[in-house]
T-cell receptor, first 114, second 112 residues
Framework: EPEVTQTPSHQVTQMGQEVILRCVPI?????FYWYRQILGQKVEFLVS????????KSEIFDDQFSVERPDGSNFTLKIRSTKLEDSAMYFC????????????FGEGSRLTVL | RKEVEQDPGPFNVPEGATVAFNCTYS??????FFWYRQDCRKEPKLLMSVYSSGNEDGRFTAQLNRASQYISLLIRDSKLSDSATYLCVVTGGIQGAQKLVFGQGTRLTINP
């Protein structure tokens, strides 16, 4: 069964450092997403991406965040200068359709900022 | 008011019991509705979509009341493997159709 894969599974970084989280969506999917979940809290939408551009982003997704699809298969989330409050599980997801279609989530990348 | 509100639980029920979860949402423009399950420290996985007419998938029954902005999930004959956190999820409005809005989740433990 096709799946969304994410790397790394866990990253520990110092505050102020740049972090890149990588995702390989399911190959025939056209819509890509990043969500995050702070420990003990709900899953929160960060950004959606379609046709090589951001289609929607949340208030969380400020100037410190960026996304890119550099090579047609990877979908990356970059945090320019990490803060303690960026510590969370980051989930990549992809879907074939925009409306009502199932989102397939990766297993997540746990980011710990010290 | 929270966008999606759920009773956080925890619910502890014996194996074989029937358990019901409720959820309310605030955005009347939401167009799609789902129940996801999340195991501890794992990714959310789609359990079932929820339709206005109500729908059933084996032991799971979901209902949607758009007028009351209320969604429910019923699990019959619960199994140990049903232990998880159940997430009520709605999509954003017309402009945010791609965005999933998650509830806090209801934690369920099935006891042998």
């Amino acid at each position: 069964e096709p799946e969304v894969t994410q790397t790394p599974s866990h990253q520990v970084t110092q505050m102020g450092q740049e972090v890149i989280l990588r995702c390989v969506p399911i190959s025939n999917h056209l819509y890509f997403y990043w969500y995050r979940q702070i420990l003990g809290q709900k899953v929160e939408f960060l950004v959606s991406f379609y046709n090589n551009e951001i289609s929607e982003k949340s208030e969380i997704f400020d100037d410190q965040f960026s996304v890119e699809r550099p090579d047609g298969s990877n979908f990356t989330l970059k945090i320019r200068s990490t803060k303690l409050e960026d510590s969370a599980m980051y989930f990549c997801a992809s879907s074939e359709h925009r409306r009502g279609g199932e989102l397939f989530f990766g297993e997540g990348s746990r980011l710990t900022v010290l | 008011r929270k966008e999606v509100e759920q009773d956080p639980g925890p619910f502890n029920v014996p194996e074989g019991a029937t358990v019901a979860f409720n959820c309310t949402y605030s955005n009347s423009a939401s167009q799609s509705f789902f129940w996801y399950r999340q195991d501890c420290r794992k990714e959310p996985k789609l359990l079932m979509s929820v339709y206005s007419s109500g729908n059933e998938d084996g032991r799971f029954t979901a209902q949607l009341n758009r007028a009351s902005q209320y969604i429910s999930l019923l699990i019959r004959d619960s199994k140990l493997s049903d232990s998880a956190t159940y997430l009520c999820v709605v999509t954003g409005g017309i402009q945010g159709a791609q965005k999933l809005v998650f509830g806090q989740g209801t934690r369920l433990t099935i006891n042998p």
